[in-house]
């Protein structure tokens, strides 16, 4: 146990490498724990090793199919290999076992995205930006899939609904003009 927290520290403190090798040892120990698979899973992330994260985390999710944060967590490896599709599917189960999880929701808009699922993708921003007007992130990822689209009605628009969920907003302020610089 005390291994599992000295990685759990390590990893609050962002000391991923302290985090991956304390969690190593605590799984010697522990074998096959959910948590402390989870744990070395997320620092292998961290530490830029998602190859190692998919090795980890695929079993458990596989043995764990209802654990959601696993699921998410796998979705988030498989994107870091280039497994998109499969990323986008786990995601996609994540957002129906909690569809109030803005995380999760972004992270399938995001993966969306890439994938070249532009349409879903913008659809996943417009429920967060539904259920938080004044969501910088989703704002802006929703801007910018309007400007590659070349859709700068839309993307005013949404840069306009922003300034009026969040007027003092320097930041909404800034997606207008940058809007306005792109429709030139």
Do not use: C, W
């Not at 969690?23 to 096959?32: D, I, M, Q, R, S």
């Amino acid at each position: 146990p005390a291994r599992y927290l000295l990685a759990a520290a390590a990893f609050s403190d962002n000391q991923f490498e302290s985090a991956r090798s304390n969690a190593e040892l605590y799984l010697e120990k522990v074998p096959g724990d959910v948590a402390g698979s989870n744990l070395l899973a997320a620092a292998a992330l961290r530490l830029n090793d998602p190859k190692r994260a998919v090795e980890i985390l695929e079993p458990l999710a596989k043995a764990n199919g209802d654990n959601n944060q696993l699921r998410v967590q796998l979705a988030s490896a498989y994107l870091g290999v280039g497994r998109s599709e499969e990323a986008v599917k786990l995601f996609e189960q994540g957002v129906q076992a909690e569809p109030e999880n803005d995380q999760t929701r972004m992270a399938l808009a995001v993966s969306q995205l890439q994938t070249g699922a532009v349409d879903a993708g913008v659809l996943q921003l417009q429920k967060l930006i539904e259920a938080k007007p004044d969501s910088l992130r989703a704002n802006q990822l929703l801007i910018l899939a309007h400007l590659q689209g070349k859709q700068f009605d839309k993307a005013v628009a949404t840069a306009d609904a922003m300034i009026k969920a969040s007027p003092k907003s320097a930041e909404a302020h800034n997606l207008k003009g940058t809007v306005s610089l792109a429709k030139d």
